[in-house]
């Protein structure tokens, strides 16, 4: 068993999903690992906005990193913030002075909001990336509607019961519809001075249409299905502003004037740019971030010259066998991890990698509301209920411990059984100035 004196010490920063797969896949190689991250917890993105939709509880998508990794005795877990890194002397440099040693360095960050240069439109217009980001999102719907019950003033209702959500991905796609059906069937009944089915959910995309890294006819599907659920839809569109009580919405192209939306509820899912400790890194090493702060990888996924360092998931820009960036999904960063723990330990031996990393790409899915989903794999496209339940045993199946999965299995059950939404709590609630 790995002592941490004479074992190979692998340092892994980040207990997303990337790091979190290097770990485990780790085990009980003559290996000591240590995993850094700012978060006590693993955090299942993808279903975050169940959470700022009020449909499952924190608790329920996060599990305790020491809990997951508790049987791994070569593992040990050290929350700390990640400030920089000497490689002379093969050190990750923590903000309490710490300085932790390493023969392979794995550094899974991820991302973070991109505002396009923007920055200002952060606290309007929250993103989707941590608990914070999905409990505040969660908040300002909610309030939306308990300020709208005591507004008397037609136009302030109206305002506050719009819904913007900015990019058509899989996120916007999935807030959007999330926000429908709470408005339209969760809280159908909940209030008195207004019908909660009123309120106007709006999503903006700058592109085409919809999802469009799916098929064109399973982003049409899509399309359907969300203005079915009452979404309005603005394509080819780009945000210019956003305000505390309106956003301006200008069509490319032409010279049609900005649409002004008044709301006071903006969701951001435009877009990502990689961790900051990217560009810390990069500089460490020696080599340039591309666009949106990612670090270029080699085919191994190490950076520069250092084969003794690894960059993967969202932080690491990695080209498929066609030259095109892989897209910042947890399978890249799950294969990635297992690439790279199989690779250190190929090295310890004194062997070489096995080739280049290549991601197998099983797919694409994306929800959008009760039973309606699209999903495409191994070429094969479908949608509906199909698309739907097989998006429920994925999402299932990736869930980090098995009492989580009973708890969301048990939740999306009686959600589906009662279009109820049991975590609709306002929490952590600022003062705010009169309107």
Not at 13 to 19: A, N, V
Not at 132 to 143: G, M, Q
Not at 162 to 186: D, K
Not at 335 to 361: N, S
Request: proline content about 5%; aromatic content about 8%.
């Amino acid at each position: 068993m790995a002592d941490g004196t004479t074992a190979h010490r692998v340092v892994i920063i980040g207990g997303g999903f990337g790091g979190l797969l290097t770990a485990q896949s780790l085990h009980k190689t003559p290996t000591h690992v240590t995993m850094i991250d700012r978060r006590n917890f693993h955090l299942f993105q993808p279903l975050l906005y169940q959470v700022a939709t009020g449909a499952l509880s924190p608790a329920n998508i996060a599990a305790p990193l020491r809990s997951i990794l508790k049987k791994q005795k070569n593992t040990h877990v050290m929350m700390g913030d990640v400030t920089g890194f000497d490689m002379a002397a093969k050190e990750v440099l923590l903000r309490d002075g710490t300085r932790v040693p390493f023969d392979s360095l794995v550094v899974a960050t991820g991302a973070t909001h991109h505002y396009f240069g923007h920055d200002e439109w952060a606290d309007r217009a929250p993103g989707l990336k941590t608990v914070e980001d999905a409990t505040e999102i969660r908040r300002r719907v909610l309030l939306a509607f308990e300020r709208a019950e005591r507004e008397t003033d037609p136009k302030i209702k109206d305002r506050l019961l719009t819904f913007v959500v900015v990019g058509g991905g899989p996120t916007g796609v999935e807030m959007a519809g999330a926000i429908s059906e709470l408005a339209r069937h969760t809280m159908r009944a909940d209030f008195r001075t207004f019908n909660p089915a009123t309120a106007r959910v709006i999503l903006v995309e700058g592109q085409t249409r919809v999802l469009a890294a799916f098929h064109e006819k399973l982003s049409a599907k899509a399309k359907t299905a969300l203005e079915d659920m009452g979404v309005e839809i603005r394509l080819d569109c780009h945000v210019t502003a956003i305000e505390a009580d309106h956003v301006l919405v200008k069509p490319d192209g032409g010279k049609a004037e900005p649409e002004r939306i008044s709301t006071e509820t903006v969701v951001w899912a435009a877009g990502v740019k990689a961790s900051p400790l990217g560009k810390i890194l990069a500089d460490a090493v020696g080599v340039q971030v591309g666009r949106g702060g990612h670090v270029p990888v080699n085919p191994d996924l190490t950076v520069g010259t250092r084969a003794d360092v690894f960059v993967i998931g969202d932080m690491a820009s990695c080209p498929d066998a066609a030259g095109k960036p892989l897209p910042g999904l947890a399978p890249v960063a799950m294969q990635q991890g297992q690439y790279v723990a199989a690779a250190i330990v190929r090295r310890i031996k004194g062997e070489t990698p096995k080739g280049p990393f290549r991601y197998l790409d099983k797919g694409n899915m994306a929800t959008i509301g009760r039973a309606k989903a699209v999903g495409e794999s191994f070429g094969i496209r479908f949608s509906g209920h199909l698309a739907w339940f097989a998006w429920l045993f994925i999402h299932i199946l990736y869930v980090a411990r098995f009492e989580n999965r009973v708890l969301v299995l048990f939740q999306w059950f009686w959600n589906y059984l009662t279009r109820n939404r049991t975590a609709r709590l306002i929490t952590h609630e600022r003062p705010r100035d009169a309107k």
